[in-house]
Every structure is written in C-alpha cells, then in structure tokens.
C-alpha cells in the first residue's frame, strides 16, 4: 500500500518535493495548499512544469482536512510566521494525519519546543493518533543527522563543531537577508538572528541533539558573531549591497560545559562570491554551499557535504524519505533521536 499526502508549497524546495512525491509509486497526492492567489485553481503537475497530477492547488485550509491523507508535508514559508507555521499543522494531526514538517525549527527538539506549542501539538496527536516530526536543513538533517552518522566513527570527543559555509547571494528574500542576517546593513546594525535570543531558540536544539548523543549537559549558551564587508558595491538577488556594508557573516552559537564549548554551531555566510579576502572558513570544494562536521578529539576528522546544484532536492529528499518512519512512529511530537535511521523510500532506489 502507498500513502496518501497532502503537500504544502511550491517554493525554492518545495516544488522539489512535489515532483519527487508525483514520481514515486509509493506515495499518492491528494491534495495541495499554495499561498499565491495566482496558483491557486491549477493543477499541481502544471505548476510545476509536469503532465497534470489530477489535483487543483488550493488556499482554503478546509477543503483539506478531511482528505484521510495519512500524511501532510509542509514546505510553507515560516519566516515572521513562525508560530502561524506550526498552528497549521494542528487541525490535520487531529484528524489523523501525520506531519512532516521542514519549516518549523522550534521543534527540532521535543524538550525544548516552548510549552505552548508543546501542548499545541501534543494534544493534537493525542487526539488524532498522529505523529508530528521537523526534519529542516539547518537546524535540521544537515547539522544534526550527518553529525550523529560522523560520530559513529569517534573514539574519544572533545568538541563537535556543525559548520554552515554558504553563498546567499541569489537569493530574493528582503527581509530574512537584510533583517534576519543583516547583510547590506550598516555594521552597528544588530540583526534580528542576534538580537533577541532568535540564535538560541533557532540553533539550541541542534546543540542540545548533539549533547544527547555525546551524554553531556548543556550548562550554559554562549553567542559570538562578527561581520565584514567589502570596499565596492555589488547587486544581490534581494538588492543592492552597498561598500562597507555587510557582506559577510560569522557567528557562533556554543555550548559550553564546565566552561569549555563541546558542541559549535557555526555559520560563515557571504551575500557575495568573492571570498579571496575573507577571513574565516570556506567549503573544501569550489562550491556555494557546504555543511561540514568537524570533530575534535582522538580521531580529529571532518565530513563535509558540498554541492554545485541540486541542494534544494537533497533538502527536499530529507521530508519526503521520512514519510513512512513517521507514519509507523508512536504518537506525539518525534526528534531525530525518536525515529529510526531511513533512507530512499523503496521504490524510489533504481535496479
């Protein structure tokens, strides 16, 4: 038997993960939400630029609840709709549905989800049966899953340090490059990642996934950032970036225990390809994006994954692929620790 979905967004990634659940056999789409008026009445196979699945694209929340989806995956935008992102998945987890999630980043760790969204979703499933589980990038399956497959071959662990090294130049979202990181901004400018405790509550629980698996308690949470920029101007996908703005961004997010950081966050993202100047990490490979996992410790070793293209599938792979453990899971809010490792879903594997 397959498993019928529901599919939320056609965005930068989620049009990935629509047209990986149109081509496999396992998995049935019956029913699609879009944001844009203009999508809106179309099918979704055509929004896409595929033969037509047979499903119209809707907006109206209700024609979806009682499809009998077994589960609904949620690419919707979460950025200033943060807590709007995780209400909407609460009327399908009562009703029966499970839900995967790439947008709702408060909860990559159960224990640490705010109290209200806590019992939001916990009472959902409660009353539906369902199982809720947030996969993401970062956080997320790049820095918590690839660190936990990195430990398997550690002895003894001093620090593990989970590295973003990413190139944002093209991308078209105002608010989230200048407000949330800052770039194009002036140098006294506090972004809203920094200001706030929107770090802690974003990237603590990959710290905290971490030092679960290392058995170590977090004792405290300390942010370091820094910024630099460059002496000319350059156009970005998201507007102008003017010289002596920032350019570049580097932070990072430590837990600390008995004073020393065991596990890092870390992030050095550029609104600019030029790097020849700058002053902190870059990926290993000639490329826009990597996530490295470096291990501190007796062995010390790095794994980094890098691409040229093709990201937003991998990202979009990691929701789609978890469909049926969170379908077998036990009811309630699941982490990463909860679910057993999966891989492609079976006939998505060629020969």
Request: hydrophobic share 40%.
């Amino acid at each position: 038997m397959g498993y019928k979905v529901i599919h939320v967004g056609t965005g930068n990634v989620g049009r990935f993960a629509l047209q990986a659940i149109l081509r496999n056999p396992e998995l049935e789409l019956v029913g699609h939400y879009v944001n844009s008026p203009e999508k809106v009445g179309k099918d979704s196979g055509e929004l896409i630029g595929q033969p037509k699945a047979g499903v119209t694209a809707t907006n109206n929340w209700a024609d979806l609840y009682d499809l009998g989806a077994d589960c609904l995956i949620y690419f919707g935008d979460n950025i200033g709709r943060e807590e709007e992102a995780i209400r909407d998945l609460v009327p399908f987890l009562e009703r029966g549905t499970n839900a995967i999630t790439f947008s709702g980043f408060t909860l990559a760790h159960p224990d640490l989800t705010p109290p209200h969204q806590r019992k939001m979703i916990d009472d959902a499933c409660a009353k539906g049966n369902s199982t809720c589980f947030f996969t993401g990038m970062d956080p997320g399956w790049a820095t918590t899953d690839l660190a936990i497959a990195a430990l398997t071959a550690a002895d003894q662990v001093d620090c593990v340090r989970v590295c973003e090294l990413g190139y944002f130049g093209d991308y078209t979202a105002e608010m989230a490059m200048r407000d949330y990181f800052g770039f194009g901004r002036d140098k006294d400018f506090v972004p809203v990642f920094a200001g706030g405790g929107f770090a802690e509550q974003m990237w603590t629980p990959t710290l905290q996934v971490i030092a679960d698996v290392l058995g170590k308690e977090i004792e405290e949470v300390k942010l370091v950032w820094e910024t630099d920029g460059l002496d000319y101007d350059i156009e970005t996908g998201f507007g102008p970036v003017k010289a002596g703005t920032t350019a570049y961004l580097h932070f990072e997010l430590q837990a600390l225990n008995d004073g020393k950081p065991f596990v890092i966050v870390e992030h050095v993202d550029s609104c600019t390809r030029d790097i020849s100047k700058m002053k902190w990490k870059r990926p290993h490979a000639d490329v826009d994006l990597a996530y490295r996992i470096e291990i501190e410790g007796s062995p010390s070793f790095d794994l980094e994954l890098s691409w040229r293209k093709d990201g937003e599938i991998m990202s979009s792979m990691a929701v789609i692929n978890a469909v049926p453990v969170v379908c077998a899971a036990e009811p309630g809010l699941a982490g990463v620790l909860d679910l057993p490792r999966y891989g492609p879903i079976k006939r998505t594997v060629r020969g």
